[in-house]
Every structure is written in C-alpha cells, then in structure tokens.
C-alpha cells in the first residue's frame, strides 16, 4: 500500500469540521462506436473531498473494454483491457497564502506534463487522444501515472510542480521500474496559460534491441476568449536510445452563448517518428461536436481524417460517436 492511500485513508477518516467540505461520488459511464469496427465502454467511479480545509483527495476507479478492432478510439483517458483499475489515488494539502502557492500531492497521479488532467483529453468532445498522447505512436501515453511525491510551489502567475516517484502506469504502455523524475513550469497572462515540461523515465517497449532511457521535453500552451478556446502541445525526446519522436496538436474548442448545449471543436496534429526503415510520419486533421442532451447524458461525435491511415490500419478517415452519462452524489 503506497502512502497515498494511507493518507488518503486518513483524509477519509477525520473527523468533519466547519470548514471542510463535503464528500462528492462522481460515476462517469461511456458507450460508443466507429466505422473503424471499433465499439467500447467505460465506467469511472471517483470519491473526491475536503475533510480538512486545504486537505483533499481523490480516490479513482475504472474499467473500460473495447471489442473489434484494435484502435486509438475513446482511449483518451483511460485503458480498455476489460479490468477493473485504480487509476489516481492520492491526497494534497495546499498551504494558504495571498501571494505564496506551495502545495504537495501524496499517492497515485497523472504525469505532470503538459496538458495531462483527465478532464483535458477524457470525453471532451474528442474521442481519440492526440498522436503524442497515445501509445503506439512512440511518444507520451495518457495512461502514464506516477506513484510518489508531487511538489508545486511558486507565486500568483507562475509556478513550478516537481514529481519524485516510479512509474505505475495503466494499460499496454506500462514503463520498466525506476526513478523517475518530472519537472512542469507554468505562467499566466490574461488569457493566456503557458508551460513547460521535462520527463525521463524508463522506455515502455520491452523489445530485445531497446536500449536507453525514455525522454521528452514540452511546451504547452492555452488561450481563451469570448467563448473560443485555443491549446495545444508540442514535444521532442525520444521513447528508447537511437530515435527521435518530435510532434503537435492544435485544437479550438468553440462555445458562445449563441450554440446553446453545441460546443463545436477541430484539431490538427502531426507526429514524425525518426527510427530508420521504421520511421512514421503521421499527420491527422478532426472535427468534432459535443452536445449536452437531457437526462445528465453529453452526446460527442467526430470526423477524422489521417492521410497515411490509422496505425495498423490502412483506413484513412473514421467516425466516431459516443454518448456519456455523468451523475454526481454529494455526500
């Protein structure tokens, strides 16, 4: 049992006070399909809350399965290998200040880089992860987590966050064991959020012939104004010695008043792997719609399209569909 969970255990098993804040059950339940004879589904179960003001945790559950073809569709966020996970498991505490931000998260946590929050890739309206965010395009994986101590600290528009841990990934890119320390710097300006992030850690390929650490350096990106909101990522590194992976994506995600329950979104990306014979370019262009329906239910649809094919498949364009019921209890 990690430390964690132990303190998250803790959290759970205080004592209320005036100034904590009730627990919250979040269940979040996903079905969809796509012409690339790809169908899934996922469930997530998440207990949130603040028994102590400045002290929080979140304890993450999930299964996912997908069924036909093997394929980066609704793989966003979480792994479909039909099993039911813990994801992130961990407890904070921040230290209040008007100027000062130091805060420290304990347990189980996404890897803190770029843009790496569930809620940035899981059921936004995109089903598919960007090329640089999925695992078999030799770069980041979103199922990437990190079991260890996670430190922020910094002023009003500038902060830094620096994770000490190992490795406790989810799904098929599951890194080899080791230390593995990850740095993300981040800045405001009006409406404009930018960082910048470095990882090494230890490759997820376990073939014979990979050699070398896994390594990428990022910058990231995000802007927003009268209902139009710009992001994107671009990183370079390496996923073991000997090759270069060097890639982006822009997305705008589009919501005046005007568009009601629509909020319109595209994406363009593009990935060079660098390995000899063995090389990819991929370049992949999407459009997309996320429509908020009665019934707590968000209906996401999207077109995409990459010119050399999906990997492992030579199909070129695909639609993508999926309706997501969430539903909160306060506790």
């Not at 090494?200 to 802007?223: C, K």
């Not at 370049?283 to 999906?310: D, K």
């Amino acid at each position: 049992m990690t430390r964690g969970w132990l303190l998250a255990i803790l959290l759970v098993a205080t004592p209320g006070r005036l100034d904590a804040q009730p627990a919250q059950v979040e269940m979040t339940v996903t079905a969809g399909g796509s012409t690339q004879s790809t169908g899934a589904v996922s469930s997530q179960l998440a207990l949130s809350g603040e028994p102590l003001r400045n002290l929080r945790y979140l304890l993450e559950v999930a299964w996912a399965d997908q069924g036909g073809q093997v394929s980066d569709a609704f793989g966003g966020a979480y792994p479909y290998d039909g099993r039911l996970r813990a994801v992130e498991t961990y407890a904070e505490a921040f230290l209040p200040g008007d100027t000062l931000l130091l805060g420290v998260r304990a347990g189980r946590y996404r890897t803190p880089f770029g843009l790496y929050q569930r809620a940035d890739h899981a059921y936004a309206g995109f089903l598919r992860p960007p090329l640089i965010r999925y695992d078999n395009y030799f770069g980041l994986s979103n199922n990437f987590l990190e079991g260890g101590v996670n430190v922020v600290a910094g002023v009003a528009a500038l902060h830094a966050e620096v994770s000490l841990g190992v490795p406790q990934d989810v799904g098929r890119a599951v890194r080899a064991s080791g230390f593995d320390p990850v740095v993300r710097v981040e800045g405001y300006y009006g409406g404009l959020v930018y960082g910048a992030s470095y990882l090494r850690s230890r490759p997820y390929d376990r073939r014979a012939f990979v050699r070398g650490d896994l390594e990428f350096t990022g910058i990231d990106v995000r802007y927003m104004a009268g209902g139009v909101q710009l992001r994107g990522e671009w990183i370079t590194g390496r996923p073991f010695a000997g090759t270069t992976t060097t890639g982006w994506y822009l997305d705008g995600v589009i919501h005046p008043r005007v568009l009601g329950p629509f909020t319109l979104l595209a994406r363009a990306e593009a990935l060079d792997y660098e390995a000899g014979r063995f090389s990819r370019f991929d370049r992949r262009f999407t459009a997309a719609a996320r429509i908020r329906l009665p019934g707590q239910l968000v209906a996401q649809v999207a077109l995409s399209h990459q010119p050399g094919g999906y990997f492992g498949d030579t199909q070129r364009t695909a639609l993508d569909a999926a309706v997501t019921w969430v539903v909160r209890y306060p506790m």
